[in-house]
Structure formats: structure tokens, C-alpha cells
């Protein structure tokens, strides 16, 4: 592969990367960094508000940023993966020790933020090396069995040959249920402790009771097969490509979306719980394609590049905006800091997240106009070479 096909690649990959962390970072704000405190004091025309901004942030970014942050971490697999086998070197031994270090990275988050996803990635990304010299074909079956969410689809047609069977209540709420004190709290150290000891047992819970787990994984092998297939490299194979994708998305989209709200008019009380958290897996795929899919088409587009590519600084950093997003997150909102999270609904809060990306994009373009490697990035680089 020429230079000249290598850097677009890259490039749209790290503003589709920047794009998500933007994305993730107006979730956490308008949830005050996993802390959703609605304020009782403040006006019902603000409450409104609060709703139709809460409701369209989730609609659009919840449980989607995340996955394209997950497809990009199986693409950015295959491309070390990949320029290494070139080399006549088997990265898989070396990928197993930066998974190692990524996990460093996700405990230095969790203290700041208990919903770190590092620590998820880090343990999951083992099922990259043992699929990376699977055929297409295999690897596209795997991913598509693990979107099936073949646990909780199991259990699904269990309940339905048993009436009686009720879903276990999940373990998670009481851990969160006890993370408040550690967050409202003036203490730093309590928070940390409280951060790793119980909001990390609640957090990951929750992964694996809400199927974050299966889908993870299916969203790495994805990425790795988008690597593979060099469908993220301009081309007009490419451009076609996500044009289909994008029509199928929307089409597969809406009726899973329905579905997924009212699988109670046509499965019983105890059933319908089960089979809505299968269908909200679905469409939050394919309402993910339909976000990449305009991404990567709109930047093909001059006009709209000129806008998006501004991103890619920011995407470059990835892993030290995650990071300093969340230490700064906790400052503002939490106890020990400003306690803004008393004070500020989902508006003020969008607000604030507006102005942190702002703030942390120009950095970016300030930083990696000057350094190869963010900050984390550069630890981690460096450390994965040692």
C-alpha cells in the first residue's frame, strides 16, 4: 500500500475517532459523569428542556458512541496487526502486553469515573488475537453470533417454554445504589476508593447484565473485517459500500426501534423485558452504521471534509482525552469539587460539555501540532515497544 493510500485512511479513521469521544463526552455531561441528579428547584419550562435534550442526546449517541469506539478498536487491531505481519512479525504477543497496559490506563480512570469502558476493552480485546488468522467468513459468523446476545436469547426462549420464569433482579443496582455517598461527597480519597472499590463491581455489572459484553466483542471483530476489507480507505468500492449500509441501517433501524419499545404488546410480562434488551442491541447497531455511514460519506465530500476533518487532532488523542475528560468531568460535578451536579440540569449541562469540547479540541490542534503522540498515547506507544 502506497503513502498516499495509507494517510486518507487514517485520517478519516481519527476524525470518526474524534467524533465519538465528542459524542461521549455530551453523554457523560448530561449525566453528570454517571450521576443522574435532576434538580427539583428549577423551573418547569427548564425541566422541559431538560427532557428534549436528555432524550435526544441519548437517542442519538447512547450506546452508540461507545460502539463505533469499539469498531475502531478492532480496526486499529488489524492495522498494527497488519503493518507488522509485513514486517514478518507476529504482533499478537505484543498486543497481549499493550492490553496490559491498557488496563493500567482504565484503573487510572475508574478513580476519576467509575463507568470507565478501558478496563472492558482491555479484558475483551484478547478475542482479537484469537481470531485475527480466521477467515472472513468465520470471523463475520462469530460477530454476528455474539450480536445475537446468544446468553440473554438463550434465556429468552427459556421463558418461553416456562411462564413462571422471572429475569433475576440485577446485582448492579446495589452497588450503584451505593455509589452516591463517594461521588456528593467532599472527599477526594473516598471518592477514588469508592470509585475503584464499588463503582468499578457496579459498572461492570452492568456490561455484562445489559449485554455489552457479546456485543463488544462482535463490534471488534467488525472493525478487524472493515481493516481487512480496507473499507475505510477511499475508494469508490468503499463509497458504495456505505451507501448500502446506510440504506439498509435505516431500513433494518425503525422496526427495531418499535419493537424494541413495545415488545410487551405481543410477549408476556415476564418475557417481553428480556427480548427488548436483544432488540435495543440491534438497533443501536444499526442506528451506529447509520452514523458511520454518514460520517464517512460526508467526509468524502469537500465541503463537509473542511468542517469534520478538524477532528482528527482530536481523535489523535483519543485515549488522553477519554482520560483528562473524565478527571475533569469529576472536578466540575462532583463533591469534592464544584458540585455542579446540584445545580445543573441536561441543558446546562449539554452546555458545559460544548464548552469542555472546545476547550479540549483546541489543546489537540495546539498539541499534536507540535508532538507525534498525545500524552497517553505516547506512554502507551513507547510502553508497548519496551
Known amino acids: 500500500m502506497t503513502t498516499e493510500m495509507k494517510a486518507p485512511r487514517i485520517e478519516v479513521v481519527d476524525a470518526l475517532r474524534g467524533f465519538a469521544i465528542l459524542a461521549i463526552m455530551l453523554v457523560h455531561n448530561i449525566e453528570h459523569f454517571d450521576y443522574a441528579y435532576f434538580p427539583e428547584y428549577l423551573p418547569e419550562w427548564m425541566k422541559a428542556l431538560d427532557s428534549v435534550f436528555w432524550d435526544s442526546i441519548f437517542f442519538l449517541f447512547g450506546g452508540k458512541a461507545y460502539s ?13 496487526f497488519n503493518n507488522q505481519a509485513k514486517k514478518g512479525k507476529d504482533f499478537r504477543g505484543r498486543f497481549l502486553w499493550r492490553l496490559l497496559l491498557l488496563f493500567g490506563f482504565s484503573i ?15 479484558i475483551l480485546g484478547v478475542t482479537l488475537v484469537m481470531i485475527c488468522n480466521l477467515s472472513n467468513r468465520w470471523i463475520l459468523i462469530l460477530a454476528a453470533f455474539c ?3 446468544p446468553f440473554e436469547l438463550g434465556r429468552f426462549f427459556y421463558s418461553l417454554f416456562n411462564p413462571d420464569y422471572v429475569k433475576p433482579a440485577a446485582l448492579s443496582g446495589t452497588y450503584f445504589a451505593q455509589t452516591g455517598a463517594h461521588i456528593t461527597g467532599d472527599s477526594f480519597f473516598e471518592l477514588l476508593k ?3 472499590m464499588i463503582g468499578r463491581k457496579a459498572v461492570m455489572l452492568w456490561y455484562w ?3 455489552r459484553v457479546f456485543q463488544t466483542v462482535s463490534l471488534f471483530m467488525i ?6 476489507k480496507k473499507l475505510l480507505v477511499p475508494s469508490e468500492a468503499s463509497v458504495a459500500f456505505w451507501k448500502k449500509t446506510l440504506l439498509y441501517s435505516v431500513i433494518c433501524f425503525v422496526p427495531l426501534l418499535f419493537l424494541s419499545k413495545h415488545t410487551g404488546l405481543f410477549l408476556s410480562e415476564n418475557t417481553a423485558p428480556i427480548f427488548s434488551m436483544v432488540l435495543t442491541t440491534w438497533s443501536n447497531f444499526a442506528f451506529t452504521l447509520i452514523l458511520i455511514s454518514v460520517f464517512v460519506t460526508l467526509y468524502q465530500q469537500k465541503f463537509f471534509k473542511s468542517t469534520l476533518e478538524k477532528l482528527v487532532p482530536f481523535g489523535k ?3 488522553s482525552n477519554y482520560i483528562i475528560m473524565s478527571m475533569i468531568g469529576a472536578c466540575i460535578y462532583y463533591g469534592f469539587g464544584l458540585g455542579v451536579y446540584a445545580i445543573t440540569g441536561a441543558s446546562c449541562s449539554l452546555l458545559i460539555g460544548i464548552v469542555m469540547f472546545i476547550a479540549m479540541r ?8 507540535r508532538h507525534k503522540h498525545g500524552p497517553m498515547e505516547y506512554l502507551w506507544h513507547k510502553a508497548t515497544w519496551i
Do not use: K, P, V
Not at 472493525?223 to 481487512?228: A, N, S, T
Not at 483546541?362 to 501540532?369: L, P
Open 68 to 80: 463505533i469506539f469499539a469498531i475502531l478498536f478492532g480496526l486499529t487491531f488489524f492495522i498494527q
Open 108 to 122: 487510572l480512570n475508574s478513580a476519576f469515573y467509575q463507568g470507565d469502558i478501558l478496563m472492558l476493552y482491555a
Open 147 to 149: 450480536m445475537l446476545q
Open 194 to 196: 469508592g470509585n475503584l
Open 209 to 211: 447484565e445489559n449485554g
Open 223 to 228: 472493525g478487524y473485517l472493515l481493516g481487512r
Open 317 to 319: 488523542m483519543s485515549l
Open 362 to 369: 483546541g489543546f489537540a490542534s495546539w498539541y499534536m501540532a
